[in-house]
């Protein structure tokens, strides 16, 4: 925890300069610097127990030895220390003009402990300005509140922490998860209402609350909102119209400001709905067509992708109709999709599946493209549809009632053509398209530093007795899982599981013969179930899809035949095996799970019907050092085998450790037993 109160500390001294004018707040105000010589000027605030910003900082640069300079005795004099500057630095200061910066203090020094922080000459021994810390000052610094009040029982909950003035942290949660439409609601007055405001969960969905069990997490509050213009937070029953948890909010915090960045935007549309704290989509419907905008903070190489749902009562993907939007530099790419299968657009057996174009799959490009344009990280699209086209694969916008939307955002691969998503429509957002009443209940945007989730530790399998392995299929793990061990995006959530462990880095030996059982699945009429596994020279896999020009660069070393005719094909197609989340979890909260071992403890493993398929094969002198296993169908999914003349663990095991890698136990009893041979060795001696 110190650790991460050390870095937000440091990432105010850097940002707030930048952050603070988002809702206006920056602090506790200490008062206005007092000038004595050099035009010296400012207003000074205390953001934290450790930095002040002073905005509007003024001096002429023209004195000599000149710092800012802090201390405890009662007025500014020799006895102090130097205040490293907005940089960091403990230059000589240079000219500021109404410059706002910040200063962190140096050693853990917190402001309680000095009485003065002065603009000060160490050659002249005096100061051009200072300003004195009152007696008793209280910096802002983040409150602890009581637990959840619950009435019925149904909440419970450690501390409330309000960290800033735009983040709550609500310690140790526990729901079941069963209330129905529950969601997390802020508003004003005295007691909680059916009049405030839904406001994200902690992964930025504004669908109902699941399970939480004991569970630590952090809520932004959206848009404008901040903890000065709420008086409380809930878990709301909308349904019912009941509380089941709340907590009220004092009046008059002294808690930092934020480093949240808002982001505003508007348009002229009349109709308005967020859909995650990232996305929103605006509509209007004239006659028989809907324009609608979509506008959402994603990367530079992510998509948005919006339509309508396979199934009119559940929010599903495969036999969903969408449109894919993104950037391309400064152009926008818009496309019609048809989505049969949870994988990238793939060609089996004449045919195309997954997500794939329209005119791909017999159907036509309906959207009409409007204008594109990326923003302040937020890219915005508008086009235009008829409500009902002649395309048999479009599915209809309903000129009446509800409608069950779907929705996603996910990295672009390397084509430009989307990936699996890393945010979507997980539970029901229905959407009245016609409705009567115009309403906007969208927000702005906001931003903040995230931190990236320290990676599973990679596993490698290096035992030099091992000749067989098994090869099945499960999720990717999220941004700590697969991605993050390999450094490919995961463009099928599905990866590679070797004897159990998230596609590990495997060790053979040359001229030695191997097994794997492989159990990714051989129905060749939905790509999702068919995985037959091969090894290559290169990372991507997914031999298959690519185009006769591509698969001359490509070494295709092992898992691949040929007919008659000298067409290539995959010869282990085993039956599927798969672990997969259960009910209550998903992909969305892989990135909770601190360990890989809790990761796959949490899945459940399932198989199909038949056998594994087994492909053997003796890496020789002609194989490059490091070759990989992989999808024959689908891209990034597998990754390396390192081919020894010589499997020493004891190296691999020190390379493992220097680079923060874990190894399989049987590379450690391998370790132990020669060891043990030395040590005998040595009393043999």
Avoid at 444 to 465: D, M, Y
Avoid at 571 to 580: D, H, Y
Wanted: hydrophobic share 35%; glycine share 10%; aromatic share 10%.
């Amino acid at each position: 925890m110190e650790l991460v109160r050390c870095v937000w500390l440091c990432v105010v001294a850097l940002f707030l300069d930048v952050c603070y004018a988002s809702d206006g707040y920056v602090g506790k105000k200490l008062g206005e610097l007092n000038s004595y010589h050099h035009q010296v000027g400012g207003e000074v605030y205390a953001v934290n127990e450790r930095t002040l910003l002073i905005k509007n900082f003024m001096y002429d640069g023209n004195g000599g030895d000149t710092f800012f300079w802090a201390g405890s005795r009662p007025r500014p004099g020799p006895q102090g220390f130097i205040v490293p500057n907005e940089l960091g630095r403990t230059n000589v200061l240079d000219r500021y003009l109404n410059k706002d910066i910040t200063l962190t203090l140096p050693d853990y020094k917190t402001i309680t402990e000095i009485k003065w922080l002065a603009i000060y000459d160490l050659s002249r021994l005096e100061p051009f300005g200072d300003i004195y810390i009152p007696e008793g000052f209280e910096p802002p610094q983040e409150i602890v509140l009581n637990k959840l009040s619950s009435k019925t029982r149904e909440v419970k909950s450690g501390g409330v922490i309000i960290s800033e003035s735009k983040t709550i942290i609500i310690e140790d949660l526990t729901y079941n998860g069963k209330g129905g439409e529950v969601y997390f609601w802020v508003g004003v007055g005295p007691q909680p209402h059916s009049k405030g405001t839904k406001i994200p969960d902690e992964h930025g969905y504004l669908t109902p609350l699941g399970k939480y069990d004991k569970k630590t997490i952090t809520l932004e509050l959206p848009g404008d909102l901040t903890v000065f213009t709420v008086d409380w937070l809930a878990i709301y029953d909308i349904a019912n119209d009941r509380v089941l948890g709340s907590i009220i909010i004092p009046e008059e915090l002294n808690v930092p400001p934020s480093l949240v960045k808002i982001i505003p935007h508007s348009n002229s549309m009349p109709n308005c709905e967020q859909l995650h704290k990232d996305l929103q989509v605006s509509w209007e419907v004239f006659g028989d067509q809907i324009t609608m905008e979509l506008a959402g903070q994603v990367g530079e190489d992510d998509y948005m992708a919006f339509g309508m749902s396979g199934s009119p009562s559940e929010p599903v993907m495969v036999g969903g109709d969408a449109v894919v939007v993104h950037m391309d530099g400064y152009l926008g790419s818009f496309k019609d999709y048809n989505l049969t299968s949870y994988m990238p657009c793939t060609h089996l057996l004449g045919q195309h599946k997954g997500v794939c174009y329209d005119d791909l799959v017999g159907g036509a490009q309906d959207y009409q493209e409007f204008s594109h344009k990326r923003e302040d990280g937020i890219n915005i699209f508008t086009f235009r549809r008829r409500l009902t086209t002649p395309d048999p694969g479009d599915i209809p916008y309903p000129d009446s009632g509800e409608a069950m939307i779907i929705w996603a955002l996910g990295h672009l691969d390397i084509n430009r053509n989307p990936t699996m998503h890393y945010a979507w429509s997980k539970f029901k957002q229905p959407i009245e398209f016609t409705r009567k009443a115009t309403e906007r209940k969208c927000f702005s945007f906001t931003r903040s530093e995230k931190s990236i989730p320290k990676r599973w530790k990679p596993v490698h399998l290096a035992n030099p007795a091992a000749k067989e392995f098994t090869a099945t299929l499960g999720p990717d793990g999220g941004p700590r899982g697969y991605e993050a061990i390999t450094g490919q995006h995961s463009e099928t959530g599905l990866s590679w599981y070797i004897n159990g462990y998230l596609s590990p880095d495997i060790y053979i030996k040359r001229d030695a013969t191997y097994r794997i059982m492989v159990q990714g699945g051989s129905n060749p009429y939905d790509p999702k179930s068919y995985h037959p596994l091969i090894i290559t020279d290169e990372p991507r896999g997914a031999y298959s899809q690519l185009s006769d020009e591509e698969k001359k660069d490509i070494r295709v070393l092992a898992g691949i035949g040929y007919s008659v005719r000298g067409d290539s094909r995959a010869t282990a197609a085993g039956r599927l095996c798969l672990w997969e989340h259960p009910k209550e979890l998903d992909r969305r909260k892989d990135v909770e799970f601190r360990t890989y071992e809790h990761f796959r403890n949490a899945l459940h493993h399932e198989c199909g019907e038949g056998k594994a398929a087994v492909l053997e094969f003796k890496p020789n002198k002609s194989w490059p050092d490091t070759v990989y296993y992989n999808s024959w169908t689908g891209p990034n999914m597998g990754w390396r085998i390192h081919i020894l003349d010589e499997i020493n663990t004891e190296k691999i095991l020190a390379a493992a450790a220097s680079g923060g890698n874990s190894v399989h136990w049987s590379s450690l009893n391998t370790l132990l037993l020669w060891l043990t041979g030395v040590w005998l060795a040595m009393l043999a001696v």
